[in-house]
């Protein structure tokens, strides 16, 4: 029992003018409610339990197929008037998956998007082999340094 001040004298003590109260000593015991879960305490870490989640089969994930999509983009622009909402809602797809595939066609149709495509390809190999070259020269001017650290006595 926790320890408290002595009683004012004349006083009643606070457990005895609450008698038959559930904090009194002769009441029984009552177990306290269960607190929900993670209240006062760390929430554990969220990724830690999405692997173990099963996912969603009905839309995360869905692959569709490139003749599908041609007839989506080929839908939407024969509605006159149709929103990219609209024709989505009848397609059983999101709007902006649809938004991104008309986006995709019409960048596919402008002519030298594939000289473009194939030149922004090549553009990002160079890059990365520079970059695998800068590291191999940093990693021999390294070593060199360290070789001739070493040898001098």
């Known amino acids: 029992m ?6 004012k004298a004349g006083s009643v003590p606070s457990w005895r003018s609450r008698a038959g109260s559930p904090t009194s000593p002769t009441a029984p015991y ?8 993670y209240q006062n305490r760390r929430r554990p870490c ?19 197929s490139p003749e599908f999509r041609a007839d989506a983009v080929a839908l939407y622009h024969s509605s006159p008037g149709g929103t990219y909402a609209s024709v ?6 999101n709007h902006e998956t649809l ?6 066609a ?12 194939a030149m922004e390809k090549e553009y ?18 390294r070593a060199a340094k360290y070789f001739a650290a070493e040898t001098s006595w």
């Open 2 to 7: 926790t320890q408290s001040c002595p009683p």
């Open 30 to 37: 009552v177990r306290p409610a269960r607190r929900p879960p």
């Open 46 to 64: 969220r990724a830690r339990h999405r692997a173990a989640r099963p996912r969603r089969s009905t839309q995360w994930g869905r692959k569709y």
């Open 88 to 93: 989505a809602k009848d397609l059983g797809v």
């Open 99 to 104: 938004r991104t595939w008309v986006r995709d």
């Open 106 to 117: 019409e960048q596919g149709a402008r002519p030298g998007a594939v000289e473009a495509t």
């Open 124 to 141: 990002r190999q160079l890059r990365a082999r520079v970059k695998e070259l800068e590291l191999e020269w940093e990693i021999l001017r």
